[in-house]
T-cell receptor, first 114, second 113 residues
Framework: KAGVTQTPRYLIKTRGQQVTLSCSPISGHRSVSWYQQTPGQGLQFLFEYFSETQRNKGNFPGRFSGRQFSNSRSEMNVSTLELGDSALYLC?????????????FGEGSRLTVL | KQEVTQIPAALSVPEGENLVLNCSFTDSAIYNLQWFRQDPGKGLTSLLLIQSSQREQTSGRLNASLDKSSGRSTLYIAASQPGDSATYLCAVYSGGSNYKLTFGKGTLLTVNP
């Protein structure tokens, strides 16, 4: 069974640009959540999608957005990039929404903002 | 606001030693607690998931306990091996209807041959 796939794995952008990251969950999993990992703040929750609906959202500015498609694949978008957005972005899939399900993480997308 | 603390931040042990990693959380109203392992530059691998009604979970050489009332969890690793070297993170689901997963900063474990 294929795991969670994130693309691209590495990318470099400049301040002011926007970026879109993609996450394909494990087959049959309908919940996808996104996390930002930085050396200073550690891992922080961005948002969760289940059946194409945003179920929950962390404390991030509106520049961070996401969506989920009918095949459960999810994308997150960051607009007007800032230097502080440099991070490892991880997505996780789960067979159930919310607190009930065990999380399975992808390898992450490492974003560098210059 | 839920806060998760992991002690120690780093730990170095010789191969074969049994060890304990600690995790504490400030709000005991949690749904569950999960332990993860992260290798350098990689994603997270789930190790053990303990529901709030459970006291412990075991998988192979790993045993995790949960004391919700005191806000503590421990991860016990028996007979450590160099391949166990990684960062270990604990995370708790809490927050009622506005639930979210809160992570600790992790413990960097090095097992020396």
């Amino acid at each position: 069974k294929a795991g969670v796939t994130q693309t691209p794995r590495y990318l470099i952008k400049t301040r002011g640009q926007q970026v879109t990251l993609s996450c394909s969950p494990i087959s049959g999993h309908r919940s996808v959540s996104w996390y930002q990992q930085t050396p200073g703040q550690g891992l922080q929750f961005l948002f969760e999608y289940f059946s194409e609906t945003q179920r929950n959202k962390g404390n991030f500015p509106g520049r961070f957005s996401g969506r989920q498609f009918s095949n459960s694949r999810s994308e997150m978008n960051v607009s007007t990039l800032e230097l502080g957005d440099s991070a490892l972005y991880l997505c996780a899939s789960s067979p159930r929404s919310g607190v009930a399900g065990e999380l399975f993480f992808g390898e992450g997308s490492r974003l560098t903002v210059l | 606001k839920q806060e998760v603390t992991q002690i120690p931040a780093a730990l170095s042990v010789p191969e074969g030693e049994n060890l304990v990693l600690n995790c504490s959380f400030t709000d005991s109203a949690i749904y569950n607690l999960q332990w993860f392992r992260q290798d350098p530059g990689k994603g997270l691998t789930s190790l053990l998931l303990i529901q709030s009604s459970q006291r412990e979970q075991t998988s192979g050489r790993l045993n995790a306990s949960l004391d919700k009332s005191s806000g503590r969890s421990t991860l016990y690793i028996a007979a450590s091996q160099p391949g166990d070297s990684a960062t270990y993170l604990c995370a708790v689901y809490s927050g009622g209807s506005n639930y979210k997963l809160t992570f600790g900063k992790g413990t960097l474990l090095t097992v020396n041959p």
